[in-house]
């Protein structure tokens, strides 16, 4: 359906693209075999693009939209119900958005400040103004341990203490050129960078550490 997909992401049972063209959600049972459009009338709710989606542990779905509203999904993706503008200013994007293991959810915007919510999205506390980085952000994620880390460009900033304060533990993941464009974790507290030419970086030390493990296009 197009090619401006906003994301994909998961939860126990299913994986799901988020398809900015037509605001429309679309659903996988079987590992991305087949896939199902699960709803396709928040084009008439959200504001603008959709900027950013993640899922919790408990199987929530959020999306955060161009109005920096977040919305959030607890029948994998088929109703949506808007919370709060998690940032109180619609120029200001939101960059990524992150959920840690205890639901809690971290969003980063384009002037460089950090949120979070402990109670899905109704209400958002700002943890830093400026965690250190510029307004070209690429994306927040958090690990098992509850450390948060953003991917800025090559560089990868964490903090420790729920996105208060923030250092540089790597100014370069890569000996490339290209910078990197988006950040995961898995359960095992594995983080993995994916640069703009394909490459699949991994670290297994909270990102003091990076090797390139792969690439998803096999250039």
């Not at 992401?9 to 693209?17: G, P, Q």
């Not at 919790?56 to 919370?83: C, E, F, H, P, R």
């Not at 993995?192 to 792969?214: A, P």
Request: a negative charge; charged letters at 15%; hydrophobic letters at 30%.
């Amino acid at each position: 359906d197009g090619t401006d997909v906003q994301n994909m992401i998961s939860d126990s049972n299913y994986l799901y693209i988020i398809f900015n063209g037509d605001k429309i959600i679309y659903r996988s049972s079987n590992l991305g075999v087949t896939w199902t459009a699960v709803n396709d009338t928040l084009n008439t709710h959200t504001s603008g693009n959709w900027l950013a989606s993640a899922s919790s542990s408990s199987n929530i779905l959020y999306i955060i939209d161009g109005a920096q509203k977040i919305w959030k999904s607890s029948d994998s993706g088929v109703t949506w119900i808007s919370g709060a503008d998690f940032n109180g200013a619609v120029s200001n994007d939101v960059k990524g958005i992150t959920i840690n293991s205890s639901n809690d959810i971290y969003a980063v915007d384009g002037a460089k400040g950090v949120y979070s919510s402990s109670n899905q999205g109704t209400s958002w506390t700002q943890k830093t103004s400026d965690y250190g980085g510029t307004t070209g952000t690429d994306g927040i994620v958090s690990d098992q341990s509850g450390n948060l880390y953003i991917l800025l460009d090559k560089g990868i900033y964490k903090s420790a203490n729920s996105g208060t304060t923030w250092s540089v533990i790597n100014s370069s993941f890569t000996s490339y050129s290209q910078d990197g464009a988006y950040i995961v974790s898995d359960t095992s507290n594995n983080l993995y960078v994916l640069d703009n030419n394909g490459r699949v970086f991994k670290s297994s030390n909270s990102g003091v550490l990076w090797s390139e493990v792969g690439d998803i296009n096999g250039e």
